[in-house]
């Protein structure tokens, strides 16, 4: 193994990077080292003891990159439960997962790890780590970076290698999800689109299972992404979905990124959700549900989520929290708060109720089927949009994504938020409030504004609410321009 590595990849929910670059067999072998490390010292475990899965993406480096982080593992004489390519929610259900004629009974899974970059292009890889059935965070990859990088100066290989035993977990995880949902999709056609990820390893065939009647599209993994990018929240990934729904007359459309952690959907007239809309029909399902039981449930989302969506959550008796953006925030805030479901734009959905509260977009698949055939049950001309009438009353604009090189964000953000601070009045609108716990979501009477800094790209993210278009357009128009005059200073100064 090369002992010169690139740690860049270590970020704040994930490792992630180029491949080739900063995404290396020889990072993925050292980090596998590292993770047993950091397992030891937190369960005090003897390593033969450890036994941790391993799954994979559909990238054309992702069967390399699993081997040698399995190769890792194994050389510091922990155990693997390969799972070979696999939707990621696999990897996290493996941790609740049972392994009947592959280890025996007593023998509990510490963690799962997953290679892949998600919705990232081709030449991205990457890494999810969870540990004790909890998505990792920003100081745990710290922790595990230091790990590695001291095996990498130390490589001290065991006596006693591990094991490495190839499972295949989708029948069970079909088996668990037939058990729960039974043929709730009886009369449903819906159409799946898998983007040539993970997704159509289960997905299609499991609605099937459910009753649904299913038209698929790409579901056959392939690393090369032909058909289109794997991100259902870029609405130009979407255009073959929209028609085929249209085309068909079904009542849905569900798309996946590429590794299945999250979902688009589609309604009858061919329009996409936003990931706050989608959050809100969920919410209104589960809030239906317990409020018979006099429960008040908590939801957690994001900040650039519409003010819609807490206003309606609160007024219909559930509890709305307001959380940073990023699944292993929101994963922490859910724990914090005793949430039993949250939601990301982006499209990640995490259910507690009547699940295991990590990210399933195949899971939420099939909860979105059970909504659509609960109701039209009750009347067959139900379509998706009848419930989503209060988003009717404000104006979202699309997000913003603006270019801005990472070491002038903070400064930006910070001079930004002076400017707010001496001008009360910046927007034309007065300022009600400004949260701070994810950027700056600017509140006014009538809408927001909010700017934060993405984090895994040199870009600020950029949303507006009012109750008219104009209104919106005007509050991204000032903010585009105190962005646009603030970074021209920023960069003058610094280059002086």
């Known amino acids: 193994m090369t002992q010169t590595i690139d740690y860049s990849a270590f970020g704040k929910n ?28 937190k369960t005090n475990l003897d390593v033969s003891d450890i036994w941790v899965t391993v799954a994979r993406d559909a990238r054309l480096h992702s ?19 390969n799972l070979d ?36 292009p081709p030449e991205y890889n990457g890494l999810k780590i969870t540990f004790n059935k909890t998505s990792l ?5 710290k922790e595990i970076k230091g790990y590695t990088m001291q095996q990498m100066s130390n490589d001290i290989t065991a006596v006693r290698h591990g094991e490495s035993r ?20 009886s009369g449903i056609k819906v159409v799946i689109d898998s983007a040539n990820g993970t997704a159509g390893i289960v997905a299609p065939k499991l609605y099937k299972d459910l009753g649904c009647e299913v038209i698929e599209l790409y579901s056959e993994p392939d690393g090369n992404f032909p058909n289109h990018h794997p991100n259902p929240s870029n609405l130009s990934t979407l255009k073959d979905i929209k028609a085929k729904v249209k085309e068909t007359g079904a009542d849905l459309g569900i798309a996946f990124d590429g590794d299945s952690d999250r979902l688009g959907v589609i309604d009858s007239e061919g329009n996409a959700l936003t990931g706050d809309k989608l959050l809100y029909i969920y919410a209104n399902d589960v809030i239906s549900e317990l409020s018979i039981r006099g429960e008040k449930p908590v939801i957690v989302s994001e900040v650039k989520c519409s003010q819609v969506l807490y206003d309606e ?7 709305a929290i307001m959380a ?18 949250a939601g990301e734009m982006s499209g990640h959905m995490f259910f507690k109720d009547r699940y295991y509260g990590f990210d399933d977009a195949v899971y939420a698949g099939c909860r979105i089927i059970e909504i659509v055939a609960k109701n039209k049950k009750n009347n067959p001309e139900f379509k998706i949009s009848d419930m989503l009438k209060p988003f009717n009353a404000v104006c979202t604009l699309e997000e913003v994504r603006y270019e801005c090189e990472n070491e002038l964000k903070k400064p930006v953000l910070e001079a930004i938020s002076e400017e707010i601070k001496s001008d009360n009045n910046i927007f034309g609108t007065p300022i009600k409030d400004i949260v701070t716990i994810d950027g700056l979501r600017i509140i006014f009477s009538d809408g927001f504004a909010l700017i934060r800094q993405s984090n895994t790209e040199p870009v600020f993210t950029l949303r507006f609410e009012a109750k008219s278009e104009k209104k919106a357009l005007k509050y991204q128009k000032i903010m585009v321009s105190l962005l646009d005059d603030l970074i021209k200073r920023i960069s003058d100064r610094e280059e002086k």
């Open 166 to 185: 190839l499972y295949n977990i989708v029948p069970q995880y079909t088996d668990f999800m037939t058990s729960k949902f039974g043929r709730i999709g």
């Open 137 to 141: 965070g920003e100081s745990e990859l």
């Open 324 to 341: 940073k953006t990023g699944h292993g925030f929101i994963k922490a805030k859910m724990k914090e708060e005793g949430a039993i479901l």
């Open 313 to 319: 959550i609160n007024k219909q008796g559930g509890k």
């Open 63 to 81: 069967e390399s990159l699993s081997k040698v982080l399995i190769k890792g593992i194994t050389h510091l004489g922990a155990n693997v439960i």
């Open 14 to 41: 994930d490792i992630r990077g180029i491949y080739g670059q900063n995404i290396t067999e020889e990072l993925f072998y050292y980090t596998g080292k590292g993770i047993i490390k950091y397992i030891q010292e």
């Open 85 to 120: 390519i696999v939707p990621t929610p696999l990897g996290y259900y493996s941790e609740f997962a049972s392994f009947p004629d592959t280890i025996s009974d007593n023998i509990k899974i510490s963690g799962s790890l997953i290679v892949t970059a998600s919705h990232n």
